[in-house]
């Protein structure tokens, strides 16, 4: 397939990841941080260069949609969510673009546990990483820092 004058080497790599914090919050500080739009965006957007558009119907079968900048390229988050249980449990399939390019397709499930005085969360991603575009790797480093922001927000509110 062409694109413009340069030819794209189709390729699909399918996987599986997982990520765990333990904070120190309680499940239902950790989820509000995941359903208020104020605070989802403070952590989920990219302050340095800023988040262009942000919209979060967070409900099952709502919409979360973001845009913004990393390292002066364009990034573009879209998702569904597909399952809410409050305090618990979230999940979402997504699709990222970067620039005009779809460059992977995921289901996202973040579960939380009470853990002493606090919070375990494990996110596992199962993804369609396309074209090169990303990887497996590069997304779980991503979701990494992502998941430090979301301990900078909770602690603001402490």
Do not use: C
Request: without cysteine; negative net charge; glycine residues 10%.
């Amino acid at each position: 397939m062409t694109d413009g004058a340069e030819t794209i080497e189709r390729s699909v790599t399918h996987a599986t990841f997982a990520v765990e914090r333990k904070y120190d919050a309680s499940p239902a500080r950790v989820f509000a941080a995941w359903a208020e739009p104020e605070r989802k965006a403070r952590w989920f957007g990219n302050p340095e260069d800023g988040v262009a558009e942000f919209e979060l119907d967070f409900r099952v079968g709502g919409r979360e949609f973001n845009r913004g900048k990393v390292e002066g390229q364009e990034y573009t988050f879209e998702a569904r969510y597909q399952d809410i249980v409050p305090d618990e449990r979230i999940v979402y399939a997504y699709d990222m673009h970067f620039e005009d390019a779809r460059i992977s397709v995921s289901l996202g499930t973040v579960e939380l546990k009470a853990d002493g005085d606090g919070t375990r969360l494990t996110y596992t991603e199962q993804g369609a990483y396309l074209d090169g575009l990303d990887t497996p790797e590069q997304r779980e480093q991503g979701t990494g820092g992502l998941f430090d922001a979301l301990a900078e927000e909770l602690a603001r509110d402490r």
